[in-house]
C-alpha cells in the first residue's frame, strides 16, 4: 500500500522555492539538509497521481497540481511576485477555479480551488 508520494524537483538553487513555495504556498519547511530541502505542510491529504493526454480546455499538462483554499489570493501574490503566469484565472466547467503559473525551476503549476 503506497504511503506517500515524493515530488522531487533537480535544481542547482534550493533557495529558489522559498519565495513561490514557502512564502507565498505558505509550505513550511520540514527538512534542510543543504542538499535536499523539502517542503510541506501536516494536512492530511489523498494520495493521488494523474495521467493526462492535455491540460483541461486544450491547455498544456501541468508537472503539478497544487489545491489552495483561496485561488485569487495566490493568484494576485503570484502576480505581484513577477511569476509568469501562463493560463489565466480561470472558473472551468468541472467546478474548479484554476490558473498555471511558471514556478522559479521552469515547472508549470496548476493551482486550483474547487467551486
Not at 41 to 49: F, P, R, V
Request: aromatic letters at 10%; charged letters at 30%.
Amino acid at each position: 500500500m503506497v504511503k506517500r508520494i515524493v515530488t522531487n524537483i533537480k535544481t542547482d538553487d534550493l533557495s529558489k522555492a522559498n519565495l513561490f513555495y514557502h512564502q507565498i504556498l505558505g509550505l513550511d519547511i520540514l527538512m534542510d539538509h543543504g542538499w535536499i530541502k523539502t517542503l510541506g505542510s501536516d494536512e492530511e491529504a489523498k494520495i493521488q497521481i494523474s495521467f493526462a493526454t492535455q491540460g483541461g480546455n486544450n491547455t498544456e499538462v501541468p508537472d503539478l497540481s497544487i489545491e489552495v483554499d483561496n485561488v485569487d489570493e495566490v493568484y494576485e501574490s503570484m502576480r505581484k511576485a513577477n511569476f509568469e503566469v501562463i493560463y489565466d484565472i480561470t472558473d472551468e466547467e468541472w467546478a474548479v477555479r484554476r490558473f498555471f503559473v511558471k514556478d522559479p525551476f521552469g515547472k508549470l503549476i496548476n493551482i486550483l480551488s474547487h467551486q
